[in-house]
Nanobody, 127 residues
């Protein structure tokens, strides 16, 4: 079992920044790919970013490339998402997810690759 708890969401003006954190417990995430997804009201859940277990591979949805950066600290069992130049269309609930197939990096943008999910943190960007 892996428990994931997101934090860092909030209300920010367009152009601002937020840093989301995901704290994992129950198992070390050192061998797991980690991802961030988001879901806006009335829309399906969308892939945002992912990082392989080693940090050597990353993936981003096109709409956040150059603005968002995923990182991880395996020693602290945490994953973060630095979000800069935020836009109103980034408004959503953001979820952290863990793929507990060790060393996996097959389809990081697919939510079916992930086994555990956090409860989400709300990000609201005002125009």
């Amino acid at each position: 079992q892996v428990q994931l708890v997101e934090s860092g969401g909030g209300l920010v003006q367009a152009g601002g920044s937020l840093r989301l954190s995901c704290a994992a417990s129950g198992r070390t995430i050192s061998w797991f790919a980690m991802g961030w997804f988001r879901q806006a009201p009335g829309k399906e859940r969308e892939f945002v970013a992912a990082m392989s277990w080693s940090g050597g591979n990353t993936a981003y949805v096109d709409s956040v490339k150059g603005r968002f950066t995923i990182s991880r600290d395996n020693a602290k069992n945490t994953v973060s998402l630095q979000m800069n130049s935020l836009k109103p269309e980034d408004t959503a609930v953001y979820y952290c997810a863990a793929d507990v197939t060790a060393l996996s990096w097959s389809t990081p943008s697919s939510d079916s690759s992930y086994d555990y999910w956090g409860q989400g943190t709300q990000v609201t960007v005002s125009s």
